[in-house]
């Protein structure tokens, strides 16, 4: 094997690891897919995963990082839980990794809290997962796991 196909192979399973990681979950909102990838790898001082997850799920939302300006989110994305979202009263957490959650059927229409719903009185302390209550595809508004910090 030569190092110029060793080369490639090599990107070739990067690029498809990262795009992996970077993918917006199916159903999953701006806020926790921001929350999520801030969480895993931090914030740059840019909106690169607001950026991100409107190009590949709401490329119509042309004024996104626009509107999150206006919200207070001016500069980048963790300013979003600074002065846009915080955590709605009863966010759905469990202690079950997202992926194990995707074949549970759960009711949208009522308010289930997750802790309940699996058994837990209150998340571990080693690890939480929030899981998104998702929206359709194509929307940048946030599920119900976020409500708006009201700006005077």
């Excluded at 607001?50 to 004024?63: E, H, K, L, M």
């Excluded at 802790?115 to 194509?138: H, K, M, N, Q, W």
Aim: one cysteine or more.
């Amino acid at each position: 094997m030569d190092k110029n196909t060793l080369d490639s192979d090599v990107r070739t399973i990067i690029d498809g690891a990262s795009a992996r990681l970077l993918a917006p979950r199916p159903g999953e909102c701006l806020v926790c897919y921001v929350f999520r990838q801030l969480g895993e790898f931090g914030c740059n001082g840019t909106h690169r995963f607001a950026a991100g997850y409107r190009d590949r799920t709401a490329p119509r939302a042309t004024a996104l990082l626009e509107r999150l300006g206006s919200m207070g989110a001016c500069c980048c994305d963790c300013e979003m839980f600074l002065n846009a979202f915080t955590l709605a009263h009863k966010p759905w957490i469990t202690s079950m990794p997202f992926g194990e959650l995707i074949g549970t059927r759960f009711d949208r229409d009522e308010a289930v809290d997750l802790r309940g719903a699996f058994g837990i009185d209150e998340p571990p302390s080693s690890t939480v997962y929030l899981c998104c209550r998702l929206v359709r595809r194509g929307s940048t508004q946030p599920c119900g796991n976020w409500s708006r910090i009201r700006r005077r």
